[in-house]
């Protein structure tokens, strides 16, 4: 074992940034075939490069067996601060392309599914208007998945419900390290298959309804207790018939399946009506059940992708 201890001087004169790129994909893939596969180098070459790595720290990184490899305990300290170090790699040439072309880059998405069905859609579709050659990586997830990932680096951008004040975050992340921005409320409305026999009615009322098959959110979606409040002003219990789902996709296909009558979210609503694809019922305006906006890291710079993503998103709502 060395004696001696590591220096930022030592470091930048000993590691290299190739030798970072390989570790990671090696993590990611899981095994050094299938890294070398993705990197376009030989297996031996992509060995090496992590043998001259573990030989210069003085520790193995992984535990090499015939089914792949897993990181050590060392391994994983390694990994989060090379990860750092290659998000900032990927920052600086990001900005450097956008500086040189400002058409190019690269930018990591999380998403909630609410906002998968139409805001985001909608906001890449207004990125490669005016930036085409922006690489877009989406990612659908939870808050206790996509908050923690934002906060390492792994995503560049939250998109969905913005956590309430007060509210605790997910998976230990520190409030502080996130800056949530807000671009409209979000409310819910009735919402049929255009081929429903209730589709042209006019002056329902939710008493008129309740007996309908119904879709409803999840109980441990942020939309339930706006759901049940809207049951609850009329004096009505919950109906009988029910599918829980906050699945967009899921919810438009029982829609056309089945005569039912669902709870969904207004702006995808709109843009679905819009298309000819299903009709809001009247029955007048729901309150607002939560704000719908982006998360970024207040740690770090957005990368100059990320930031006409986020201009993009803006123009959506």
């Not at 750092?84 to 990591?108: F, I, K, P």
């Not at 690489?135 to 659908?140: H, K, P, Q």
Request: glycine share 6%.
């Amino acid at each position: 074992m060395r004696n001696f201890k590591q220096s930022r001087l030592s470091l930048a004169r000993s590691l290299k940034l190739s030798q970072l790129v390989v570790f990671e994909a090696v993590v990611s893939a899981g095994s050094i075939l299938a890294a070398s596969r993705e990197l376009a180098l030989t297996q031996p070459a992509v060995s090496k490069s992590l043998h001259e790595l573990e030989r210069y720290l003085d520790q193995d990184l992984f535990v090499r067996s015939k089914k792949g490899v897993a990181l050590t305990e060392f391994g994983r300290l390694f990994e989060r601060h090379a990860r750092t170090m290659l998000l900032e790699l990927r920052c600086l040439s990001d900005g450097l392309n956008a500086w040189q072309m400002g058409v190019s880059g690269h930018v990591v998405v999380g998403t909630l599914i609410t906002a998968s069905a139409v805001l985001v859609p909608e906001a890449i579709h207004r990125l490669h208007e005016a930036a085409p050659d922006v690489e877009v990586e989406v990612r659908v997830g939870t808050h206790s998945t996509l908050f923690p990932a934002l906060t390492r680096g792994d995503l560049d951008v939250v998109v969905g419900y913005l956590p309430r004040d007060n509210e605790p975050m997910p998976g230990l992340v520190q409030p502080d390290r996130l800056h949530h921005q807000m671009l409209y409320d979000e409310a819910l409305c009735v919402v049929v298959d255009r081929r429903h026999p209730l589709a042209a009615r006019q002056g329902l009322s939710l008493r008129e309804l309740h007996d309908q098959e119904w879709i409803l959110p999840t109980p441990d979606s942020v939309a339930y207790s706006a759901a049940c409040a809207m049951f609850d002003s009329e004096k009505l219990p919950l109906p009988a018939r029910v599918v829980y789902s906050v699945s967009v996709l899921t919810n438009m296909g029982l829609l056309r399946r089945r005569p039912m009558v669902a709870l969904m979210p207004h702006l995808a609503a709109q843009r679905f009506e819009e298309s000819g694809l299903l009709s809001r019922l009247s029955l007048g305006p729901l309150e607002a059940f939560a704000a719908v906006g982006y998360s970024v890291s207040s740690h770090r710079q957005p990368s100059a992708a990320c930031q006409r993503f986020i201009e993009a998103l803006r123009a959506s709502v």
